[in-house]
Every structure is written in C-alpha cells, then in structure tokens.
C-alpha cells in the first residue's frame, strides 16, 4: 500500500469534488482540516495516515452537499475501492467520517482516538476568525438572514430542525459554535479552542454593540 500515492489521489478528488464549493465547505477547509488533525496526530501519537485521509474526505460524505447522506456515503466507498488501500483502512475511514458530524449536537463520543482528533480538527475550523467567515458563507449559500431579533436560537435541536428550520447566521452561534469549546476531545484540541472561542465571543459582543449602535 503507497501511503503517498493514495494521499495524493485522494486531494485530487477531494479538489475536484470541492473546489468550488461556496458554503465554507470547499477545498480551503478540507485543506486546513487535515493540516490540523496531522499535527495533532503527531502529538498524540495516532495513525497519521488515517487521520489525514478521514480528515480529506470527512465532507464528501457529508449530507448538507449531498442529496442523501446514502449518496455521500457512496461516493467515499466508491473513491476508496478505486485506491489500492487496504480494506482495515477503508472500514476506519467510513466508521470516523459517518459519525463525526455534529447535527444539532447530542451525538455518541467518537471510537477511536483518531475519530476523536479528526472531529476536533474539523470543529476548531468552525471556530474562530474563519470560522465566523464560514458561518456567514453557509447561511448566505442557504438563504437566511445576518440576523433577525425575532428568530431566536432554539437551545436544543434535533438533526432535522439543525438542517432545515428557518434561522440566522447569529442564531448558529449559539446553537452550534459557542458550544464547540466543551466538546474538544484531545487535550490540544481543547487549548486550540480556548482563542478562537474568546474571539467569537468578543466579535458577537462587537456585533450588538454595532446592531444598538451602542
């Protein structure tokens, strides 16, 4: 098995999968993803390879880009057969990127310290500076609103309302990344989030501030 070879296929694919995506899930994300969770892999001692290759295909499967989740998951399995990559590797990969999503929250804990890493590495690319460039790209690619007073977040969803109730860009805050902070996995995972996390709290205070012209 050519680890180097199949990397390098994989981010192939991957670009021409995604490349221009404009929902903040394009090439760019998967890029920074897989480059977080290789140096957290590194430090943690994982299987660096698996953590890369979960992390390059975590969003191919993902259903917000697919029609059906089924679909997504399809087109991973069918990539991964096409690769000489032993069939273990194949059943990590599925298992890491079919349960990593955050849907509203309230999912099981990841399996595998590698599933682990690649989650804290796609969540901390949801948090900060770009992830608050992403959380405005994704509501503007799905219609909604910056912000209205009167949608207000809703506390706790289920998979279905996360996708597909009316909501802001704000409203996302709270519902998904001030939550992001407390469910790091890896001990560098948690102190990565602790800045970007702060940031996106100081931007919301600076947003009402500007919203009350206070």
């Known amino acids: 098995m050519d680890k180097v070879s199949i990397i390098s296929q994989t981010k192939a694919f991957v670009y021409q999968q995604l490349h221009d995506d404009a929902t903040g899930h394009d090439w760019w994300h998967i890029y920074r993803v897989s480059k977080i969770a290789k140096k957290i892999a590194s430090i943690e001692n994982a ?11 975590h ?7 697919n029609s059906t989740e089924e679909e997504g998951i399809k087109k991973v399995n069918d990539f991964l057969s096409s690769v000489n990559i032993d069939e273990e590797y194949i059943s990590k990969i599925m298992e890491i990127i079919t349960t990593m999503s955050f849907k509203g929250g309230g999912q099981p804990p990841m399996k595998t310290l590698e ?3 690649v989650q804290d590495a796609d969540r901390l690319d949801a948090m900060g500076a770009i992830g ?7 509501s503007g690619a799905k219609n909604q609103l910056i912000y209205d007073p009167d949608i207000k977040p809703v506390e706790k969803l289920d998979k279905d309302q996360y996708r597909n109730r009316k909501s802001t860009a704000i409203n996302h805050f709270y519902e998904k990344l001030f939550k992001l902070k407390d469910l790091m996995n890896t001990d560098m995972g948690k102190k990565m989030a602790e800045s970007r996390h702060q940031f ?12 009350e012209m206070n």
């Open 59 to 65: 969003d191919i499967a993902d259903e917000k880009l």
């Open 200 to 211: 996106m709290k100081e931007y919301i205070e600076t947003f009402f501030n500007d919203w």
């Open 47 to 57: 299987d660096i390879f698996l953590c890369e290759m979960a992390a390059l295909l």
């Open 132 to 138: 608050i460039a992403r959380a405005f790209a994704y």
């Open 115 to 117: 599933g682990m890493i």
